[in-house]
């Protein structure tokens, strides 16, 4: 039965969103404002905190610089969905129930799964005792709070090992860099930064890293965080006063052990609406997803897990209106940088993350940099005015669609 067709005696479709990240964030205002109107419809966001963690200024606030706090409910206000804080235990899509803390059961008729990824610390002895990461934003202030004292500290000039040359290694040695420029600054990784990139790009990267003093190790595999330092592959050793790892990402078991059909790195395979394959009435979302395109399956990025979050929503509406949902298309179209406050390259893609030629860089690219990481906030305020507002998210192109054979 639909539920606009749901008398007042029978219960409510319950709608249960686990996560309140940037994707979980997008679903739950999205449906929210789209059956807030209506009766017979639920909705209630789960997250382990009320802070919303902004995952794109983390090597902001590793810095210690001074972020604007958000709150989940602050976000919501207004939408008529419900908040609950609490860690997520279990699933049991079988009884349709969620566990928090051990102790309180929700019950659920559809659920949107948006438990997303973690640094991976579990790959590499030392990491989780050693190592800081940016996971959170309580993560990323307590690294703050050690490059402050490494600051304030006399004698010799203290190294801060960055392990992981990717786009968040990148951001966050050159912020280092260039906020304490008292500290040794090292970016170890196996592929050069910006790999990526276009040439002109990854030039650019390079040569920032150079101007802010960080040194950069390339082919260096990390097969140990020690007390004092690193260990890599073929024995050398590498001094440390603090150790960032930002070296690939980790997702929660709690789906597999769920008992939903997932991938090899533990993500909910979906269908093209965005449902598991293996129980409909869940939906996954963000990096918890394993979404296949007409290029391959989807990474997790900002600018693809808010799409992912706003089409949950839109396929939820349709199938209580008693409509068929419609297939998620999504293509890639830039990789925004920071490199510093002054400085960015912000490198334009075809749908399927290839680089194009054209990329911004300096003062152009910072601005269009700081635009991208604010987006969430305008997109969130005028999909709770306008929520058909999140029909017209950028569709990915040619690259997105899965060619049948003939």
Known sequence: MNARHKTSTEAAHRVVILGAGYAGMAAAVQLAGRVKRREGVRVTVVNAQERFTERMRLHMTATGQQLAELSVPELLEGTGARFVRGWVTAVDPDARTVRIDDERVLHYDTLVYGLGGVAGTSAVPGVEDHAYTLSSAQDAELLADRLARLSNGNGSKPTVVVAGSGLTG??????????????NVVLLGRQEPGAAMSPKAKAHVRAALDRLGVRVRVGADVVKVLPDGVELAGGQSIAA??????????????????????????????DAALRSVSHPEVYAIGDAAAIRQGYGVMHGTCQGGMPTGVHAALSIDRVLKGRRPKPFRFGYYHTPVSLGRGDAVVQFTRPDDSPRRFCLTGRTAVRYKETVTASPWPTYGRMKKMPASGAFWPRGGRFTRVRRAK
């Open 241 to 270: 006063d603090a150790v960032l790892w930002t070296s690939g990402t980790q997702i929660s078991p709690l789906a597999a052990r769920a008992g939903l059909t997932v991938d090899e790195r533990g993500r909910i395979v979906t």
């Open 170 to 183: 990148v951001e966050s040695a050159a912020e280092i860099a260039e906020r304490h420029p008292e500290l």
